[in-house]
């Protein structure tokens, strides 16, 4: 294990430049533009990991591929098999404006590197790569049968995964399923994740005349799509920070006095969060405190939101129509299928006469609790405390990554959430980064996992 160590150590500053060159290629899966870059990174990773010992594999699909890789293996191995989960996609990089240095073109600065996907995910699961590098190419004996797992579809609801997990089902076979793309609250909090929420977006959308309107000559006796809309959204939360929809909160699991009290050890405060995200005030929902709200209690999001006249100066129109993009965070035990039906049919019932109202559900993913007390959490929770130099905590936390729930169903496995995440990573937002320092002790973590899940 020392040797494993001792690789990592010398070779880093090389695994930073490789990362740069992953980074590099625009992997925007919910653009259809990127389509080339896509197959792009598949290409480059699969490219990358058989380079380090791995057997990749490019496996088609309806949407982009995913790419298998599996470490050598004797016929008929007796060591337990894991997982590993990532994606290669990323989300789109907009505002444009908003970033120092293009998303696409890392920048190493202050102990980062600076790229969207630099944490979610390409770093994170870049670190388990060369951990399995460090075993292979020192020749130290990998005491688990890993396969590499990393799809192209996961930003925009891993749709195309499902079938593929069934038709591979027996070379998937494993023990369980490691994946780093949540987070851990400070460098000194290493943190297995053991909740996630769910997600359901929807697309609504509001249609009024047949074309954009002289506001004057029509104003006052059309009603206006994007008025409408504005409304019914409004309707959508009260004026204690619960969302209005009817039966909204009906499978809620309440909170444990256990769980409520483990998350009051939670390091970060209220004030801090306010600074790092320069609002003045917190909104919540009242009687929860931030990190119940950010973690163990639903919400609805508006994501997006358009109608009429964009570009500069003014227009004096009615706009014909206005149309909003919403995500719901789900929690247990609550259900997108029964959500999305609550959604419609509150939008339905407050949609004035004087417009059409046409409902579009989007990607679901269902919420995610597991406990935290199998062998596998106590193996991880180990090498988290090896990797990182302090003892890790047990978190909820309240981003989706709908496939655990697949791994679960399908493979009937658990996942071992194992995040590198810093709060101020930017995932999603401009200027997206991984800190290096992540990367590394994310490194020294997996090759402790890998002697701790062997050792079951
Ligand atoms: N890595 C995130 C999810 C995450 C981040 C969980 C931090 C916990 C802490 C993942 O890539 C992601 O962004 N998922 C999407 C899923 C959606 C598009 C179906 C999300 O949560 O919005
Ligand atoms: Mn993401």
Known sequence: MQAVLDYLARNQSRFVDELCDYLRIPSISAQPNHKRDMEAAANWLAKHCREIGLKPEICRTDGHPIVLARTPRKKGSRKPHYLVYGHYDVQP?????????PPFEPRIANGNVYARGSTDNKGQHFAHLKTIEAYLKTGTELPCDVTFVVEGEEEMGSDNIVPFLRKRKSDLKSEGVVVSDTGMPSPRHPALTYALRGVLAVEVRIDGPNRDLHSGLFGGAVENPAMALSQMLAKCRDARGRVAISGFY??????????????????????????????????????????????????????????????????????????????F???????????????????KKICPPTVRMTFEPGHAGAPYIVQPTSRQVGAALNALRSGFGHPPILLREGGSIPIVN???????????????????????????????????KGMMMAAHLWQELGRL
């Open 93 to 101: 990089p907009d505002p444009l404006d908003k970033w120092t240095s």
């Open 250 to 327: 009906d499978d809620v699991v309440k909170l444990t006095p256990l769980e409520r009290r483990e998350m009051k050890r939670m390091p970060g405060t209220d004030a801090e969060l306010c600074r790092l995200l320069g609002v003045k005030q917190l909104y919540g929902e009242s009687g929860y405190t931030m990190h119940e709200q950010r973690s163990a209690r639903p919400t609805c999001e508006i994501n997006g939101l358009t109608s009429g006249y964009q570009g500069a100066g003014s227009k004096t129109i009615v706009p014909s129509y206005a149309s909003a993009k919403l995500t």
């Open 329 to 347: 965070r789900l929690v247990p035990n609550q259900t997108p299928e029964k959500i999305v039906k609550l959604v419609r049919a509150y939008l």
């Open 406 to 440: 697949d791994f679960k169903k399908i493979l009937g496995v658990d996942t071992l959430l194992l995040g590198l995440a810093l709060p101020d990573d930017n995932l999603h937002s401009p200027n997206e980064k991984f800190s290096l320092d992540q990367f590394r």
